[in-house]
């Protein structure tokens, strides 16, 4: 059990919670994994698009409930296929929420559209709903919701404010694999959405991603945009006679090798065990740090079950990194994440502080905590006993 620690910081020079860094982030990779990838290493099929990629786009397609998954090598490329399988005129306009990575807006961007970012919620990161449709003009096209920290974007909502202006969505689920939204997995809520496999999700492919959906036209086009614009996919599978395959459009070299297939087959095969371990220690934080002063939770989105790829606190905003710097020292990696898009050098001219009030408070608050399935009991009760510590100094 965590109990209120006053001793001396690690940072004015006491001793640490913990002598060992508890890491912010960490893969699961079991035998099953590693035997699975040599496997495919032995079959010598180490290129793209091969047998064991297949199989992990079906059992994918299955656990989502989805009609096609198409496995990629990053969810960036899936943000940018998501936009080359549209032939929208060139500067029309995406929303895009300001709080992301920046592979969320290269999407729109490498395809010749101009994003318009939009504030997101305060107390979760999320677009805000409520703003939305002060963005939309006669040029907006799409709207690209992102799931933050695997929390699900308020799709109804959003849904809705598209069908009212005919618009298409994409929706960057990158961090939210396992999470639900009304009872369906995300990758269920829009015309695409996008997943990432990178070393720090829920379930890894090494890099790695996937687009989803449910719209047979725009899956063929995946299927060819993704293989340099050729129609190698039906080659391989369905005209194994022709003898050849054509360049039919444009595209690019989305493929992955099917090594990575390899352990996606693996690794989804334990995601629902990996999250199930992820909430049992979302659980026991939101118990041991509840009621700590200056402390808040992110705000869970209404009918939905989170995957809790992230935990997130909300902290005072004057004390945001000296408590970073003061839980590190004790031995808890905390960290932060996304600086607002407008904030970084790219995308400079696209808004001012003052433009995003809920995008500026949020990331003025927001520290992460380690969560990940191999964090033991006890380094779960060691990051909360230095929370605690850090917070009865503060
Ligand atoms: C919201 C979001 N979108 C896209 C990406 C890019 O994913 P990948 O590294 O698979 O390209 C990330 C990466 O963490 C992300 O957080």
């Known amino acids: 059990m965590t109990t209120v620690q006053t001793s001396e910081l690690a ?81 029309s306009e995406v929303i895009v929420p300001n709080f992301t990575y920046t592979s969320t807006a290269l999407g729109p961007i490498l395809n010749n559209l101009k994003i318009v970012l939009a504030d997101v919620r305060p107390d979760n990161g999320n677009l805000d709903v409520e703003k939305l449709e002060s963005y939309i003009t006669p040029k907006t096209v799409a709207i690209l919701p992102v799931d933050y920290a695997g929390n699900p974007a308020e799709m109804d909502e959003i849904n809705a404010i598209a069908r009212k202006y005919g618009l298409y969505i994409v929706q960057d689920s990158a961090q939210s694999i396992g999470s639900k939204y009304k009872g369906f997995y995300t990758g269920n809520q829009a015309h695409v959405s996008t997943f990432s496999f990178h070393g720090t999700k829920n379930m890894t492919t090494g890099e790695g991603g996937a687009i989803v959906t449910n719209d047979d036209h725009l899956a063929d086009l995946i299927k060819v945009m993704r293989e340099k614009g050729t129609d ?6 369905d005209n194994v006679t022709r003898g050849y395959y054509e360049y039919v459009n444009k595209g690019n070299s989305y493929v992955q090798s099917n090594l990575n297939g390899a352990l996606g087959v693996t690794q989804i095969a334990r995601l629902e065990e990996m999250n199930a371990v992820r909430r049992e220690i979302a659980a026991f934080y939101l118990k041991a740090l509840s009621g700590l002063p200056g402390l808040d939770f992110l705000q869970i989105t209404e009918g939905a079950e989170h995957n809790w790829h992230l935990f997130g606190l909300l902290v005072p905003a004057d004390k945001k990194y000296w408590i970073m710097d003061a839980l590190r020292a004790e031995g808890v990696m905390a960290n932060v994440h996304y600086t607002p898009l407008h904030r970084n050098k790219y995308y400079k001219d696209l808004g001012t502080d003052a433009d995003f009030p809920g995008s500026m408070e949020f990331f003025n608050r927001l520290l992460r905590i380690p969560i990940y399935p191999t964090l033991t009991v006890e380094e779960r009760e060691k990051v909360a006993e230095g929370v605690i510590k850090v917070f009865s100094n503060l």
């Open 232 to 237: 190698k996919y039906s080659f391989l599978t």
């Open 11 to 91: 940072i004015n020079g006491g001793q640490p919670v913990s002598k060992e860094p508890i890491l912010i982030h960490k893969p699961s990779i079991n035998e099953a994994d590693i035997q699975a990838v040599a496997e495919a290493m032995r079959s010598t099929f180490v290129s793209g698009d091969g047998p064991a990629c297949r199989e992990f786009e079906k059992r994918l397609a299955e656990y989502l409930g989805v009609k096609y998954a198409l496995f990629l090598n990053s969810c960036t490329t899936a943000l940018d296929l998501a936009f080359m399988i549209k032939d929208f005129p060139a500067g």
